[in-house]
Nanobody, 123 residues
Framework: QVQLVESGGGLVQAGGTLTLSCVVS????????MSWYRQAPGKERELVAR????????YADSVKGRFIISRKNAKPNTVFLEMYSLKPEDTAVYYC????????????????WGQGTQVTVSS
């Protein structure tokens, strides 16, 4: 099967920077899109940023201009979320989501989540 492993969370002061990483591994697959979501205590999970296989991106209004989602040619199965000018309201558990095509005896759509990584921004 497929696994997503996130890393890079932690504690940072307001105005600081963090970069999250999410690595996809496992069964043969193609990536349709990769996304980052977050869930703060007492709130619903929300989309932060999404990137399609073609490179199109979209962001939540609250993070536009501060966060960047990307993939590197040298690491095609890894998606990054660079977070700049962090604010206390960015505090949440951040989850990676993968929208994939599993390539086994044809192609099967498959969507999966990582385990989440905590980001805490102190004021």
């Amino acid at each position: 099967q497929v696994q997503l492993v996130e890393s890079g969370g932690g504690l940072v002061q307001a105005g600081g920077t963090l970069t999250l990483s999410c690595v996809v591994s496992g069964s043969p697959f193609r990536i349709n899109a990769m996304s980052w979501y977050r869930q703060a205590p007492g709130k619903e999970r929300e989309l932060v940023a999404r990137m399609t296989s073609g490179g199109s991106t979209n962001y939540a209004d609250s993070v536009k201009g501060r966060f960047i989602i990307s993939r590197k040619n040298a690491k095609p199965n890894t998606v990054f979320l660079e977070m700049y000018s962090l604010k206390p309201e960015d505090t949440a558990v951040y989850y990676c989501n993968a929208d994939l095509l599993l390539i086994t005896n044809g192609e099967t759509s498959f969507n999966t989540w990582g385990q989440g990584t905590q980001v805490t921004v102190s004021s």
